[in-house]
Each structure stands twice: as structure tokens, then as C-alpha cells.
């Protein structure tokens, strides 16, 4: 019989395993601190007042685009196609150095239609996703047959019950929540292994549309940006990705100063002031230092891990950690 199974996180991992869990008939509930599925797929939708001149803007804040490398992957991007979940992007992609714009490397990519958390609201459907809940405990209480974890949450709620946990937020969070429960240890002592490095994304919004070759970039010698890209089908909004070097600098900046900073590179690459400016900052973003598996699982504690840093830091990463955690623990070899 499957474990009655909490997941942490309804980003592209933890609702990877909830789908597939449930294929094999399990039972899951996902809880999530934000206030939809997606995780750092998910979208900013704007409202910008242009001289009373109202229009809606999407901004893909996080992930940019899905590539696969794997087939598991790649057969996930087929069925998300089919069902008008993604599309092939078929922007232009320059590389920037010494303000020299060159053609990137061809590279067949895929963005959400229309925005990025596309196929995790699709993995969401029919499965028990409860959002605006922060953990801030676990509690570790004695049953008949077995010990089970009750989880406490930030609007006073408790909810319990569960034969395992399945933890797809950071690590260093992870950790934080486990480190008092001494038969988390053995989790806790894998998760120390991987480290992970801040991003800060600005997002903007333009009168008109820039005069510029290229509707994404990879900038590379640029004393802030790292990355600028417009959303798919509109050229007047445009996140850029900072470098993780500036990102760690600043930090713990406030918001605001950091977005004019941000409109300022992407002035330097585009040459347009924006109408709207907005930041925000991603704590944990690129992992430099994976763990090199799949997943962390000990049956023993009823405790389990799985997140894109388990193998790098692409949405394909968090598909393929997700997709071999629940395979694991329905006790099927991986496909």
C-alpha cells in the first residue's frame, strides 16, 4: 500500500511526483506558500496605465524557456504541446559581449502559452493542491502501526497524518524545518550538500517597442545583466535576469532601488526608459553545486526530497527529479 504522502511545493517537481503519484494510485496533498502552482515557472500578470491607456502585461520572471535533453523530457514537451500548454519559441537569440550583438547558438526552445506556469496549473489538475500555506513545523507524532508527521502551517492551521513528506522547496529552507527532528538527520546531512545562488529579475514595461535585433539575449560581460528576453508575442515587456555575481551583492537591497538599477541595464541593451519597473528577488535560483541524484529518500524517517537542484537548475532537472521520486517509492524502476 502507498504511503499517504504531503508535498511541499506545487513547482514543476513536486506536481511531477503528485501526477504520477496518483497514476500509480496513491494518495497526495500539495501545499504551497504562494498563491498559485508553479513555482519559479509562474508569471507576473500587470495592469500598466500608459496616459490612461490601460494594458495587460505578462512577465516570465523565472524560467525563461524548457529545453530537453532527455527523452523523458522531451515526451513531456510533446504532450504539453498537444494540449496548447507550450509551443516552440520562435524569437531571435543574440549573445551579447563588449556591446557587440552576435546570433546565439541555435537551440530548440519552448515557452508557456501563454505564460510559463502553463503545464504546472495542467499537472495541478485533479490533484489536492492547497495554496497560501507556509510551513513553519513538523511534528512528528505516535500512531497504532507507525509514527506520522503533522504539519503546522502560518495561518494556524495543522493538517496530519502523513506516512511521508516529499520536500521540493531549497534545501537550506528544508533543512531549517528538519534540523530539530533527530531522525531527519541522515535528509539533513544530504541537503547540507547543495549549495544554491540568488538571481534578481527586474521586469518592465516600454511605451513602444526597442529598436533591436533580437527578442532574447545572453549577456555576457555586462556589470549587472546576465540575461534579457521579451515576453513571446510582445516586444513592449521584457524581463531581465541578473548576473548571480551582482544578484549576491546585492542582495538584501530594497526592492525598489534595485529595480532602477535593473531599468538601467536593460536601457544600456534596449535604449528605452520604461513605463513600469518592477524587481524581484529569487533567493535560491542557480544551483552550483548539485547533489548528483535523482532524490533524497529514507524510508525509516518518512521523509523525502526532490527539486531541479537534485541534478542541476532547469525546469527539465525538477520534471526528471519529480517523475524518478514517485517511480521510487511506488517501487517501479524509472523509465
Known amino acids: 500500500m502507498l504511503p499517504n504522502t504531503a508535498v511541499i511545493g506545487a513547482g514543476l517537481a513536486g506536481l511531477t511526483f503528485a501526477n504520477r503519484f496518483v497514476a500509480h494510485g496513491g494518495s497526495v496533498s500539495v501545499f504551497d506558500k504562494g498563491r498559485g502552482p508553479g513555482g519559479r515557472t509562474s508569471q507576473r500578470r500587470v495592469d500598466v496605465d500608459h496616459d490612461g491607456d490601460v494594458s495587460l502585461r505578462r512577465f516570465h520572471h523565472g524560467a525563461q524557456y524548457f529545453t530537453a535533453s532527455s527523452n523523458a523530457f522531451a515526451q513531456a514537451l510533446e504532450i504539453w504541446q498537444e494540449r496548447g500548454l507550450v509551443a516552440p519559441y520562435i ?94 538527520a541522515p535528509v539533513v546531512e544530504k541537503l547540507g550538500e547543495v549549495h ?55 542582495l538584501e537591497r530594497d526592492k525598489a532601488d534595485v529595480a532602477n538599477d535593473l531599468a538601467a541595464a536593460a536601457k544600456d541593451l534596449l535604449g528605452l526608459n520604461p513605463i513600469y519597473k518592477a524587481a524581484h528577488r529569487w533567493r535560491y535560483s542557480r544551483c552550483d553545486k548539485p547533489l548528483g541524484e535523482p532524490f533524497v529518500f529514507d524510508e525509516a524517517a518518512g521523509l523525502a526530497a526532490c527539486g531541479d537542484w537534485c541534478l542541476g537548475d532547469k525546469a527539465e532537472h525538477a520534471h526528471l527529479s519529480g517523475r524518478a521520486l514517485a517511480d521510487h517509492v511506488d517501487g517501479q524502476p524509472a523509465l
Open 196 to 250: 544554491l545562488r540568488p538571481q534578481w529579475a527586474g521586469m518592465f514595461a516600454y511605451a513602444g517597442e526597442p529598436d533591436v535585433p533580437f527578442d532574447a539575449a545572453m549577456v555576457e560581460t555586462h556589470p549587472i545583466a546576465g540575461w534579457l528576453m521579451a515576453t513571446p508575442g510582445r516586444r513592449d515587456a521584457w524581463t531581465l535576469l541578473a548576473s548571480h555575481e551582482w544578484s549576491e551583492a546585492n
Open 91 to 184: 524569437g531571435k537569440v543574440a549573445r551579447i559581449r563588449n556591446g557587440e550583438v552576435v546570433d546565439a547558438p541555435e537551440r530548440r526552445r519552448y515557452v508557456g502559452t501563454p505564460g510559463m506556469n502553463e503545464p504546472a496549473k495542467y499537472l495541478a489538475t485533479n490533484i489536492d493542491v492547497r495554496t497560501r500555506r507556509k510551513l513553519i513545523k513538523l511534528e512528528r507524532r505516535a500512531g497504532e502501526k507507525s509514527d506520522r508527521w503533522y504539519l503546522h502551517f502560518e495561518n494556524g492551521r495543522c493538517v496530519g497524518g502523513f506516512d511521508l513528506v516529499v520536500f521540493t522547496s531549497p534545501p537550506v529552507q528544508t533543512v531549517e524545518l528538519l534540523e530539530d527532528h533527530p531522525i531527519a
